[in-house]
C-alpha cells in the first residue's frame, strides 16, 4: 500500500504540474506517461534445494510506470527529469530510476539514478525472448542450487547516482563515458560489495568509471550492430586477497532480412573482499521475424572462480516465439534448460505469459 500512495502521489504532483498554465513567454512543459505490465504462467521442474522440493508451478508478473517531464528552451537545450517506478507488490523500493538529463547538438548528459554508459550503448544478443533470456530478465524461478536468474548486463555500479555524457549519432557512430563516485547498496557492483559515504574503508569500491561506444549500419541487406564497454571501481584501501574491479564487453549482431544473430562476451575481474574473483560469460542468440511473429533462441553460458577455484559454472539454453497482437501487446512462450556442473543441478522451466506496452 505504502508503494502505492507514494507512487500515486508522484504521479498526480507531475500531472499537477504539467496543467498548471505557462506564461506566453515560457517554453512549454511536456510530460510523457509510460511503461509496462507483463504476467507469467511459470512451470519449473528443478533439483531439490537441501532435500526440499521446489514449487513447481507458480504466476509472475513485472510492472512498471515510466514518467518524463520536459521542456525545449529557446537557446536550443531541452531539460528534462525521467523516472521510472516499480509497481509490483513484491518490491523492495518505489523508485528504480530518476534523473536530470539535459540535451542538445552537442549531445545528453543524464545526473542522477540511472544505468551507466556501458549498459545503456550495449548490444545483446538475439534472445527468445527478453523477459527470460535477455540481456537483464525479469522472470525466474530457478534456485541458485540450479544456477538462479542469469543475465549479463554490464551494470556493475547499479543505481548509483552518477553523471553520464552521451555523443550524438554520428555516422552511426555513439560513445559515452559515465562517473559514479560512491557506490551504494547491494547491487554497488557485480560482486555485490557496497561502497560508503567515507573513505578508507578495506574492500570497498569507490570511483566508478565506464567508458562504452556502439555503431549501428546498414549495408545493402545486411544490418550491422557493434558495441563495447568498459567500467572500472578503485578499492577504498587495500585489502589481503582483494583487487580493483575492471569489467568490459564486446558484442555483435547481424541482421539479414528476416534472420538475426549475435554474440556477445563478458569478463569482470577483481572487487572481492576475500580473493580474486573472475567470471566469464559467452551469450549467443538468433532469431527468425515474419509478420507479427518471432521465434528465437539463446545459449548462455557463465563460469566464476575465486582465488582460482570454480565456484560457479551454468549453462543456459532457451527458445521459445513472440506473437504481436496489438500494437505494444505481444503473447510470449518459451523453454529454458538450465545446468549447474558446480553443485551437478539442473532445471527446465517453461513460461507462457503476456506484456502490455503503453
Do not use: C
Not at 4 to 14: E, K, N, P, Q
Not at 118 to 124: E, F, N, P, T
Not at 134 to 158: V, W
Not at 187 to 208: F, K, M, Q, R
Amino acid at each position: 500500500m505504502k508503494n502505492i500512495l507514494m507512487s500515486t502521489a508522484a504521479l498526480a504532483g507531475l500531472a499537477f504540474i504539467a496543467a498548471a498554465p505557462a506564461r506566453a513567454d515560457e517554453p512549454a512543459l511536456q510530460l510523457g506517461l509510460g511503461g509496462y505490465i507483463s504476467g507469467y504462467a511459470v512451470y519449473t521442474d528443478q533439483d531439490e534445494t537441501a532435500g526440499v522440493e521446489n514449487k513447481k508451478f507458480d504466476l509472475r508478473k513485472d510492472t512498471e510506470v515510466h514518467l518524463n517531464g520536459e521542456v525545449a528552451l529557446d537557446n536550443g537545450i531541452t531539460a528534462g527529469a525521467h523516472l521510472e517506478l516499480l509497481m509490483d507488490r513484491g518490491d523492495d523500493q518505489t523508485v528504480e530510476e530518476s534523473y536530470l538529463y539535459l540535451s542538445s547538438s552537442w549531445g545528453r548528459v543524464n545526473l542522477g539514478e540511472e544505468d551507466g554508459i556501458a549498459y545503456l550503448l550495449q548490444v545483446g544478443a538475439p534472445s527468445a525472448d527478453d523477459k527470460i533470456d535477455g540481456i537483464r530478465p525479469d522472470i525466474g524461478t530457478f534456485t541458485a542450487l540450479n544456477g538462479g536468474t542469469l543475465d549479463y548486463a554490464q551494470d556493475p555500479f547499479g543505481y548509483s547516482n552518477k553523471l553520464t555524457y552521451i555523443t550524438p549519432v554520428f555516422n552511426g557512430f555513439q560513445a559515452g563515458v559515465s562517473f559514479t563516485p560512491t557506490l551504494t547498496g547491494a547491487d554497488a557492483n557485480a560482486n555485490g560489495i557496497a561502497g560508503a559515504a567515507v573513505s578508507n574503508n578495506p574492500g570497498e569500491l569507490e570511483n566508478g568509471w565506464e567508458v562504452a561506444a556502439r555503431y549501428e549500419g546498414s549495408f545493402d541487406a545486411i544490418d550491422l550492430a557493434l558495441g563495447a564497454g568498459y567500467s572500472s571501481a578503485d578499492l577504498e584501501e587495500e585489502l589481503a586477497g582483494s583487487d580493483d574491479f575492471d569489467q568490459w564487453n564486446v558484442g555483435a549482431n547481424l541482421g539479414w532480412g528476416a534472420f538475426g544473430i549475435g554474440a556477445i562476451y563478458l569478463d569482470s575481474e577483481g572487487g572481492a573482499a576475500a580473493a580474486d574473483v573472475e567470471s566469464d560469460t559467452w551469450v549467443a542468440g538468433i532469431d527468425y521475424t515474419t509478420g507479427p511473429y518471432k521465434i528465437g533462441a539463446s545459449y548462455l553460458n557463465t563460469e566464476t572462480e575465486a582465488g582460482g577455484v570454480t565456484t560457479a559454472d551454468a549453462d543456459r539454453w532457451t527458445a521459445g516465439a513472440i506473437y504481436e497482437w496489438g500494437p505494444g501487446m505481444t503473447f510470449r512462450g518459451a523453454v529454458q534448460f538450465q545446468d549447474n556442473d558446480t553443485t551437478d543441478s539442473d532445471g527446465t522451466q517453461v513460461t507462457l505469459g503476456t506484456q502490455l506496452e503503453f
